[in-house]
């Protein structure tokens, strides 16, 4: 047993030297996110809204994930909900999927999965009534970032 606990601190000790400290990374600060809004007009704002009407969630609409992480990498101080839409093609022989999100879509869709989303944020216990949330999604060519409030 002592053994195991020795080779545990060294296994630490060694980590610590390799990547530095191991504490958790800080939120980036409001300058921080301004600097990278020029660069990346759609997830920037997006992050920047959140923070500004004090958002309980951001929710995400994505196809392969790289709009969450986009996202993420502003270290929002709230948690990033990602709902991952594929699409479903078939030749009538073979279906397969693929990550490109289908932009004839229904708006009655994407409030459906909307409602999904809030109604998993709500029992994951993130979402509470009268909580504000920022949506990022694709309609068609354009990206859309809509701020709404959570009624239960």
Known sequence: MHRRKHEQSTLTSAAKRKLGSLEPLHPWTDSDVDQFIAVDPVH???VRAAIKVKASVII???SSGRAARLIAKYRPTMP???VVIPRLKTNQLKWSFSGAF???STSATNEWILKVALDHGKAMG?????D????CQKLGDASVVKI???ED
Not at 126 to 130: A, G, L, P, V, Y
Not at 132 to 135: E, G, K
């Open 44 to 46: 920037g704002p997006a």
């Open 60 to 62: 995400c609409f994505t």
């Open 80 to 82: 990033v909900l990602s």
């Open 102 to 104: 289908e932009a004839e």
């Open 126 to 130: 993130i979402i509470k009534s009268h």
């Open 132 to 135: 504000r949330v920022v949506v």
């Open 148 to 150: 709404i409030e959570f």
